[in-house]
């Protein structure tokens, strides 16, 4: 049946990455997927739940409730939930409550401890509360393992759990132009395209823990580009060059990059604002480090990286966005970039 439906899906949605994903699972046989309702994802038919609405969380909670979707929301602080609440979303009392009236459920949380206790807790987790056929989908940067362990959970109860990080800041969840890494029942991933698509593009790239394995990876590429973008900017200001004009100077040429587009010109205005915490950033390289270790794998400048960023967090940074990296290397070389025209 599973196959049928995943062709029919693959006929009906052009999307090319989750074609291919519909195609992969016309060969899978999982208990999970065969279980998993195959309705139609409609605001007619599928009603949303999502936990967790900070930065991210929010707008792409948004993006949902202003398509039509039924939403329930759940935030541990329920005044950060008010917004979508104003809007026509329904505030939940716990993740339980919340995927208890829901078919998809959504989780966009900090850390990998509060993935698990927000997921699994057996009393106000949201797999005690969703029904057979639901689907949890976790796009919180977390443990590619406890991704795996989820999924496993899911299919015990019927369900199915899909591990569907982002990139692209707040930004990018405001604009609904996040790339999304997605990892699980491939099936599972093809039927959840109209809300991928609401959000950004989704990308199909394997089994459960996948997709927190590629967020991993562009985790650590942008890690030394940001090393790569304030060490120029230091080396600049030092050199007596105007930093703003060297900024839109390299910007068209090899050393230009999404770092630079979305924090050069917040460096140098002093605009330390999170799109992404610095300690988010910190957990995500050091889950980094902990999977480089377990694969006998040495990777020099995600060790950096980690360093500089955790030096931020001892100086109470952690509450900052990732380009608060450029007040660390000024306090190295005792120096601080001035504004343009100042």
């Not at 909670?61 to 979508?84: D, E, F, I, M």
């Not at 939940?92 to 829901?102: H, K």
């Not at 967090?313 to 952690?318: D, K, R, V, W």
Request: proline share 4%; glycine share 12%.
């Amino acid at each position: 049946m599973l196959a049928s439906i995943s062709r029919s899906l693959s006929r009906r949605r052009p999307h090319l990455p989750l074609a291919v994903a519909a195609a992969t699972a016309a060969m899978s046989s999982s208990d999970t997927s065969a279980n998993v309702s195959d309705r139609p994802i409609s605001p007619d038919t599928t009603r949303i739940a999502w936990v967790g609405t900070g930065v991210m969380g929010q707008s792409m909670a948004g993006h949902l409730l202003a398509a039509g979707y039924a939403l329930t929301v759940y935030n541990r602080t329920p005044s950060k939930a008010q917004g979508l609440v104003s809007s026509g979303a329904r505030l939940a009392d716990s993740p339980r409550a919340a995927a208890a009236s829901a078919d998809v459920i959504f989780l966009m949380v900090g850390f990998p401890s509060d993935v698990r206790t927000t997921t699994l807790d057996p009393s106000t987790g949201a797999l005690a509360g969703l029904a057979p056929g639901g689907v949890l989908v976790d796009m919180t940067t977390s443990d590619p393992i406890l991704a795996a362990e989820i999924a496993a959970a899911a299919a015990g109860n019927g369900c199915a759990a899909i591990d569907a990080p982002v990139s692209g800041g707040d930004r990018g969840a405001r604009n609904a132009c996040l790339s999304i890494f997605a990892g699980g029942d491939a099936g599972i991933v093809a039927r959840l395209a109209p809300l991928f698509k609401l959000m950004g593009t989704a990308l199909y790239m394997g089994g459960p823990g996948a997709g927190q394995r590629a967020k991993l990876g562009n985790q650590i590429a942008i890690a030394s580009t940001m090393v790569g973008l304030v060490e120029g900017m230091v080396y600049a200001h030092k050199a007596g060059l105007d930093v703003g004009r060297w900024l839109e100077a390299i910007s068209s040429g090899a050393a230009g990059s999404k770092s630079l587009e979305l924090y050069g010109k917040r460096m140098l205005e002093r605009d330390m604002a999170a799109g992404f915490y610095v300690r988010h950033f910190v957990k995500d390289l050091g889950i980094c480090l902990s999977e480089c270790q377990t694969m006998g794998l040495a990777l020099p400048g995600l060790a950096l990286a980690h360093q500089l960023y955790v030096s931020l967090l001892a100086h109470g940074e952690g509450g900052l966005g990732t380009q608060a990296l450029i007040l660390a290397i000024e306090r190295l070389n005792n120096t601080c970039l001035e504004k343009k025209g100042e």
